[in-house]
């Protein structure tokens, strides 16, 4: 099942990217696009299931979710300034990539229960967990990045997640789609894609070596004390 | 009196939710579209969620300005012009996708709405962990810490202005510099809790033996009823699709034809048939049990 998730994901994702290099049956894309990030998504939590986690494991990915998702509501006060892209990022880099991506979706849809739901939900489970596999690979390749280095990226997961997040909209809404109203859409959101950026940056900056080191303690307790 | 659409099956629910959406994402049709926009109001209105449509106009509200002037201003096809501004055409076909654009976003807004109200969380959460135990358990626990957890943070940064910290910075560093005593302990009390959690779930017999459901759902017949009546709406609106009479390009020109046509009647009353289905099903007799 493991690894038929990984197979299914990779064709969708294949598949995907052929129908929009092709770019000739426009009007379904949307449709195509929606179903493949469900499908990914689900996909992900079968993936899940068939995973050695144990319940210990599974709450701390719960309480760094509800953590990230915490976040958002109380960073309220400014528009795209929120730390739950720099948590995913920051769980993603200790705990790995698969983890990461847990954590980012989890946090998208849990709060989102709180703060509504509604068609752009796949679309932050997907963007957030993204980062979070983006961030586990860094964090196996180089675990011991510089501060600096890690903020860079974090500023860039800015615009990445945020331009996810307009691929649903204006897939979905914009007809017909050329590169121009493409590029015009997203040029109304750079303000809040920079904003999101800087933050990410100042996040980073101010908060990774003290939380690196908190989740890189609770890291080591989970695997000296589970017993499975 | 209020209808209870919680007496469905998750999964019933879920598929004739995902029918909608194939529907609402791949159609152009407005008679279509309005059929779906009925069924939402009669869910809505049935059961005592009106006030759940004037919320999706205030979510869709920002939405449907960047949809209308990006439309009306970067897309400059269209014949019929409506008039010219800043030596630009604005035409009526780009008006009329625009907000045919805009409704369907309405739509999934109201679908995804639709859904919270018809699933009801605790079925689902009793269905998903015996089939998806890992799953429903983070879920669980990450509910269950979000609203405590945000608790936490408001009674901290209480504290933490008691003692002179500064909330309310000038520029954006500082403001978020002032968050790094809470956050840190807010993170280090809650992954402590984590591990008590973790053990208490295992305790209770998350993933370590079968756990007993009180009240497991049945796929009944009311179920296989809808179920079966949403796959048939999805065949003949794929057949219909396909055939090319719900093929619905206002660029290549406005003809009547093209908005109604049998293809297009057929799936809206098939769709209002649907709102009629669910009404009947969910329909309780006199000692308050549900007829099927």
Known sequence: MRKLSIYLTTFFISILLFLTITGKIQEYIPLFVTIVVLAILILSYMYFEKSAMGTKEIAVIATLSAFAGVGRAIFAFAPGVQPTTFIVAISGFVFGPYEGFLVGSTAAFISNIFLGQGPWSPWQMFGWGIVGVISGIIGKARANISVEKFSVICFLYGFLFDWIMNLWHVLGYIRPLTLKSIISAYALGLTFD???????????????ER????LRRFKRRLEITYIR | MKRNYNIFHVLT?????IILMIIIFSCESPLILTGIFIYFLVVFITCGHSKDIKDGFKYFAPFFAVTLIINMIFVT?????????FGKDFTLESLIVSFMLSFKLLLIMYLFMMMGIMIDSDRAVSFFSSKMPKSTLMMMVTFKLFPSMKNRLVTLKQIYSIRG?????????????????????LLESSLDGAFDIGEAAYVKGFLSGK????DRQTFGRKDYIVTLYAFLLIVVY???????SLNFDIYIG?????????GAITVFIMLLMLAALILILTEENEDGLHRY
């Open chain 1, 211 to 214: 939380l690196v080191r908190v």
């Open chain 2, 13 to 17: 629910l879920a598929f004739t939710s």
């Open chain 2, 238 to 244: 794929l057949f219909f699709r396909i055939s090319g």
């Open chain 2, 254 to 262: 406005i003809d009547v034809s093209k908005f109604i046509n049998l």
């Open chain 2, 211 to 214: 756990r007993t459901v009180y």
């Open chain 1, 194 to 208: 920079v904003l999101h950026a800087i933050s990410n940056f100042l996040f980073s900056m101010i908060f990774f």
């Open chain 2, 165 to 185: 910290v500064d909330f309310e910075g000038k520029g954006m560093r500082e403001r978020i510099k002032a968050f790094i005593p809470i956050l840190s302990i």
């Open chain 2, 77 to 85: 096809d269209g014949t019929i012009m409506l008039f010219k501004a």
